[in-house]
Structure formats: C-alpha cells, structure tokens
C-alpha cells in the first residue's frame, strides 16, 4: 500500500474511533444506557468477533478462482509457511 493510501486507511480508522465514541457518549449522557450495559455489549461483541476469527482460521480459505487451463502450480497463503502445490491440470487423471 502506497504511503498516502496508508494515511488514508488510518485517518479513517481514526474517524471511526472518534465516532463511535462520541456515540457511546451520547448514550451514556442521555441516559439510554448505563455504562455496566455498554460494558456487556461491548465484551459480549468482542468475544462473537474472537470466535468468527478463530473459526475462520480453522476453515481452509481456498477457491477454485481459476478459468480452465490456467490453475496455479503453487498457491501462497496468509503465511509464509502457508504455501500450496497443485499437480498440473494435465498430469490429473
């Protein structure tokens, strides 16, 4: 990623933060919930996103996105350990 697209992805990380701060606060200031509630949202989120990660991680991410005749030999995961080796097309019975 380019330098300025790299600020760009972080300014809008930021803004993100930001706003969602001020809408916690928001909620807390009128009253709409009360800080021990937003507590439980907010671990009750973060254990539902730990999960989905680790089910995504245990699922095998691969596709055949390869038109007929131009799958690859090798195939790099997320890791650098993580590498695939197919047999050609032509050497499959």
Do not use: W
């Not at 992805?9 to 021990?36: H, M």
């Not at 089910?55 to 690859?72: C, F, H, L, Q, W």
């Amino acid at each position: 990623m380019e330098q300025s697209g790299l600020r760009r992805s972080c300014a809008s990380e930021r803004d993100f933060a930001i706003s969602q701060a001020r809408a916690l606060n928001l909620l807390l200031e009128r009253g709409v919930v009360e800080e021990a509630e937003l507590k439980k949202i907010d671990k009750e989120a973060r254990a539902v996103v730990e999960k989905a990660v680790e089910e995504a991680k245990d699922r095998e991410m691969r596709a055949d996105v390869s038109y007929a005749g131009t799958n690859p030999v090798i195939l790099r995961g997320l890791g650098l350990e993580e590498v695939h080796h197919f047999e050609p097309l032509h050497m499959r019975e």
